[in-house]
Every structure is written in structure tokens, then in C-alpha cells.
């Protein structure tokens, strides 16, 4: 069997956090590719492993390509590690990944720690449909013009911020996507300072920028899509009509429903039809 080579993830955080398959795999090739050859070393150093650590970054993957890619013909088995979490995911080694492809090199997943899956599965938010979008462009007219884009789709958004700009995209965000669209803030996963909230974008705007401490360390946003939006209005009509009807009949309570919330009179005198026979069923 020829040379391997394995996409390796590693703590986001909490070292505990890495697999006996990932130190073993670690251990046992020839060489490992880094994005960060200090940061790395010190994973390295923590868990007794001597292998022998070469740089790969964004800066320098194309020109790389070609020496690595030599090591592997050559029968070295070699391993691709990020400064944390799941390489290739907002980190360099798709391009590295892609060429041992191309060569007929076997390429093995060592699955592990990932931010955006983290954060998805503990703010409560739909996770059947989602989308990963990354980091937005730094300039706000460039991420402005990405968030319309991205303004009416329908599944769970994941996106990737940086602290020195999390204000202002959040701002943003609101802006586009609206005040109450819910959103999910997911900041130093498992690590010590460790925040996940669930909120509208136009809470977690304040809430944000009224605590400097949240401005710091990795961030990870989960926004709904633009159906859980329509589901929240749905509930709160819903909840509005109920208590209207248990004073109102059903054209008063609709007219007044309406006039509250803006939506036209025959789709609150539809719904509030539908909830009456609904109680009177049950």
C-alpha cells in the first residue's frame, strides 16, 4: 500500500477533546503538515509526540504543493492538522488535499472537534438544512452585499467572525436579515470563557456590544433561516389570537389581531378560524 495521507482534526480548545486515533495517526507518520509550526508544537509537545513538523499555510500551500506531494510518492505517510478544529474548513489544506487526489493518493479523515458542527448543535436551531458560509468579506460594503444574498435563504446559516468585527456584523446582520431573526452565538468553545446564547440579532447586537469581554476569542454565529423566521411570526399571531379569542369573537379578534401586526385581516380572520376549530376539536 502506497503513502497516506490523513486530515487530521484537533482541539478547538479543550485538549481532552482530541481522539486516541488522532495521537496514534499523529505518532505514527513521517511528517505533519501544519498551518502553524509554533502552535502545533506545543499540541505536539503536551502529548509526547515527536514527529517531525513541516509548515503548510495559505501563504505558502501552492508553492508547497509539489515537495509534499514528492514525500508522499516517496512512501512517507503524512498527516494535516490546522492550528485547531477540522483542517480545510475556513483553513488551509484544500489545495494540498486536492493534489493527492489528483495523484491517486489515498486521503483518510481522522474526524474530530469542528466549531461550526459544535456550534450548531448547542444553540437550538434548526439543524436539518444548513449551510456553512464561512467568514464574511472585512469591508462592510463587500458584507453587505454577501448578507442580501444570503437574506431569504431558508436553511440554518453558520458563519465564522472575527472579534474586531462581530459589533459591527451584527449590526449588519440586523439590518439585513431584520431586528428579530433568531440567531445563535457560540464564543470560545470549550474553552474556560465559553459563551452560547440563543437570541434575536437584535438583542445579541446589544448584548454584544455592551460587554466588551464578548468581543474577544473565536466566534462562531448560527442564524436562521429565513423559514424559522416566518415560524416565529407564525407563533406570535398565534399567541396573539388565542388570547384575543378568549374575549373577542372570532371577526373581532382578527380585525384587532391585524391592526397590531400589520398583516392583512383575512389571513388573521383565516388563522383565528383555525385555531377555534382546532380548540373546539380538542
Keep these: 500500500m502506497g503513502a497516506q495521507l490523513f486530515v487530521v482534526a484537533t482541539p478547538i ?42 509548515a503548510c499555510h495559505d501563504h505558502n500551500e501552492s508553492n508547497k504543493i509539489t515537495q509534499l506531494i514528492q514525500r508522499l510518492q516517496n512512501g512517507e505517510d503524512m498527516a494535516l492538522i490546522s492550528d485547531a478544529g477540522t483542517p480545510l474548513i475556513s483553513d488551509p489544506g484544500f489545495k494540498l488535499v486536492r493534489a493527492a487526489q489528483e495523484h491517486n493518493i489515498r486521503v483518510i479523515p481522522v474526524p474530530g472537534a469542528c466549531a461550526a458542527i459544535a456550534a450548531l448543535s448547542a444553540v437550538g436551531l434548526p439543524s436539518d438544512r444548513f449551510s456553512f458560509e464561512g467568514f464574511l468579506p472585512s469591508k462592510q460594503s463587500q458584507r453587505l452585499l454577501a448578507l442580501h444574498k444570503l437574506k431569504d435563504e431558508t436553511q440554518t446559516m453558520i458563519i465564522y467572525e472575527a472579534p474586531h468585527r462581530i459589533v459591527a456584523c451584527l449590526k449588519d446582520m440586523a439590518e439585513v436579515f431584520g431586528a428579530e431573526r433568531p440567531v445563535g452565538f457560540a464564543r470560545e468553545i470549550t474553552k474556560t470563557f465559553e459563551t452560547i446564547k440563543k437570541m434575536t440579532l437584535g438583542e445579541l447586537a446589544v448584548f454584544v456590544e455592551s460587554d466588551h469581554n464578548q468581543q474577544k476569542g473565536e466566534i462562531v454565529l448560527v442564524i436562521g433561516g429565513a423559514a424559522e423566521e416566518k415560524d416565529l411570526e407564525q407563533e406570535k399571531l398565534d399567541q396573539l389570537l388565542t388570547r384575543l379569542l378568549q374575549d373577542l369573537s372570532v371577526k373581532a379578534a382578527s380585525q384587532l389581531a391585524a ?17 377555534t376549530q382546532h380548540n373546539e376539536e380538542s
Design 13 to 54: 480548545g479543550h485538549l481532552d477533546d482530541i481522539s486516541y486515533r488522532a495521537i496514534n495517526v499523529l505518532k505514527s507518520v513521517n511528517i505533519i503538515a501544519a498551518e502553524d509550526t509554533r502552535t502545533s508544537a506545543q499540541l505536539l509537545k503536551h502529548f509526547n509526540i515527536q514527529t517531525p513538523l513541516t
Design 259 to 275: 391592526d397590531l401586526t400589520g398583516i392583512k385581516k383575512k389571513v388573521a380572520y383565516q388563522r383565528a378560524l383555525e385555531l
